[in-house]
């Protein structure tokens, strides 16, 4: 159980253009979803948590009109990174999190990640 | 500044043996603490996860301590194999907010 699931697994596109991350939680309702970005030999960077329903909560120096995220459902979170600039190649990878999984409902499941590469 | 360390960036050791990972923190409160196992180009795989009042953890060969005094928490695998060749991430959270250190690189060498 608690799988995570991300599409597409890896995605180049031009400069200038948007892209689309779809993050699914494949056997439980995510309360909560959260978006990493993680660079080269880095650990992750949290850019923002979105709670199902509201507005996603960016950490500092995320510039929410560049990385939108929507969390329409509580199994379905999507990540557009709009105007992408070669800066923002990179793995993008979700977590989720929800009160139904067993045990401690703190425990957090990460998808496979997003390779972007922008040319 | 919140800060999470973790011991080194990379840790050797021959199989059989036991390896032991170092997480510590500073200006930070967490209501528990978890460690994740990530593979290239993968994302992190959950592993055990510690409350703030609990001393210990096992699973299988694995086992977690968590001292809030001393504002670190220890990662053992015992009897490693080279299959457990991978980055171990440790993650501080409480309710809303998770921060992971920068992880350790593990290598078992048979």
């Known amino acids: 159980g608690a799988v995570v699931s991300q599409h597409p697994s890896w995605v180049i596109c031009k400069s200038g253009t948007s892209v689309k991350i779809e993050c699914r939680s494949l056997?439980?309702?995510?309360?909560?979803m959260f978006w990493y970005r993680q660079f080269p030999k880095q650990s992750l960077m949290l850019m923002a948590t979105s709670n199902e329903g509201s507005k996603a909560t960016y950490e500092q120096g995320v510039e929410k009109d560049k990385f939108l995220i929507n969390h329409a459902s509580l199994t379905l979170s999507t990540l557009t990174v709009t105007s992408a600039h070669p800066e923002d190649s990179s793995f993008y990878i979700c977590?989720?999190?929800?009160?139904?999984?067993?045990?401690?409902?703190?425990?957090?499941?990460f998808g496979p990640g997003t390779r972007l590469t922008v040319t | 500044s919140q800060k999470i360390e973790q011991n080194s960036e990379a840790l050797n050791i021959q199989e059989g043996k036991t390896a032991t990972l170092t997480c510590n923190y500073t200006n930070y409160s967490p209501a528990y603490l978890q460690w994740y196992r990530q593979d290239p180009g993968r994302g992190p795989v959950f592993l055990l996860l510690i409350r703030e009042n609990e001393k210990e953890k096992r699973k299988e060969r694995l086992k977690v301590t968590f001292d809030t005094t001393l504002k670190q928490s220890l990662f053992h695998i015992t009897a490693s194999q080279p299959a457990d060749s991978a980055t171990y991430l440790c993650?501080?959270?409480?309710?809303?907010?998770?921060?992971f250190g920068a992880g350790t690189r593990l290598t078992v060498k048979p």
């Open positions: 056997d439980f309702q995510a309360t909560t």
């Open positions: 993650a501080l959270a409480n309710n809303n907010d998770m921060r």
């Open positions: 977590s989720a999190r929800g009160p139904g999984l067993a045990g401690a409902k703190y425990e957090q499941y």
